[in-house]
């Protein structure tokens, strides 16, 4: 009898945790760096840096311009899988796919890191102004909510529909063309220091998904993107990420996969 009800509630047990099991399968793995298929590792110095990074890895910018003002990469996700002969298409999609575009760089000191991020979202230093409105003052976004662990200021449509009016632009789709950047929504994370951890700029929410348009003969394909901020303290290294903001409900395994790759590249070199 003790035996039946133990078996009955081992099966209870699992039935209970098929869900979570289903979804932790769902999770693609991470890409090894160390596989043949991420290509000959090369060796990259930007600012006294060295990084050992696999070809597949390499963006065309730094292999064309150099590392002087940084080293650029990519990578798809899910996984931070490198370029190689079977996914070579998928670098090239129109609207970027699931491609991401990372750049490295370098600061002198860590105060100059937190300072950086500091000025690129605290609230309260776009805050210092309220009763003057600029486009790019983000004292006019709305706060308070949360969403994927990050703190959250949007848009306010109206008030840049208004900007619209003034400006005499005809169509809000305009904004896309119109000083990128000031039409973002904000999202940052501070550490348990109330420094600025990660910092993402995405396209608003308000603009959706504009459509494909032909420009110059050519299809064009405007998605929203996010432009996704990082420190990594032990390279004196701030990152930028750009990928589609469908993506950003990854923002936290993107840069912990990204920050992983990074230091291993930068042991390998050593």
């Not at 006019?140 to 909510?145: S, V």
């Not at 949007?154 to 039409?183: A, T």
């Not at 904000?186 to 348009?213: A, N, S, W």
Request: aromatic share 12%; glycine share 6%.
């Amino acid at each position: 009898m003790i035996w039946k009800s133990m078996r009955a509630f081992a099966l209870l047990v699992v039935l209970l945790l098929l869900p979570f099991m289903a979804m932790a399968e769902e999770k693609a793995p991470m890409f090894d760096p160390d596989s043949p298929l991420a290509g000959a590792p090369e060796i990259l110095i930007s600012e006294g840096k060295k990084f050992r990074v696999p070809s597949g890895y390499i963006h065309q910018r730094t292999r064309n311009y150099g590392t002087k003002h940084g080293i650029d990469l990519w990578m798809l996700w899910p996984g931070l899988v490198p370029q190689h002969d079977g996914n070579t298409i998928a670098f090239h999609t129109p609207g970027g796919g699931a491609k991401l575009d990372t750049r490295v760089k370098f600061y002198s000191s860590q105060e100059a890191s937190v300072s950086f991020l500091w000025k690129m979202a605290h609230p309260e230093y776009f805050r210092e102004s309220p009763d003057k409105w600029l486009p790019q003052d983000f004292s006019q976004r709305q706060w308070g909510e949360s969403i994927y662990g990050l703190e959250a200021g949007y848009i306010d449509i109206n008030k840049v529909i208004r900007w619209l009016s003034l400006s005499r632009m005809e169509n809000i789709d305009e904004l896309d063309e119109f000083e990128k950047g000031r039409w973002d929504d904000l999202f940052y994370q501070e550490d348990k220091t109330g420094h600025m951890k990660t910092v993402i700029h995405c396209t608003t929410r308000e603009l959706g998904d504009p459509p494909e348009e032909m420009i110059d003969g050519k299809n064009i394909v405007r998605v929203p993107y996010c432009n996704h901020i990082m420190i990594i303290p032990e390279l004196s290294a701030y990152i930028t990420i750009d990928y589609r903001r469908v993506f950003l409900k990854d923002w936290n395994e993107i840069e912990y996969g990204v920050r992983l790759l990074l230091l291993k590249f930068s042991n390998d070199a050593k």
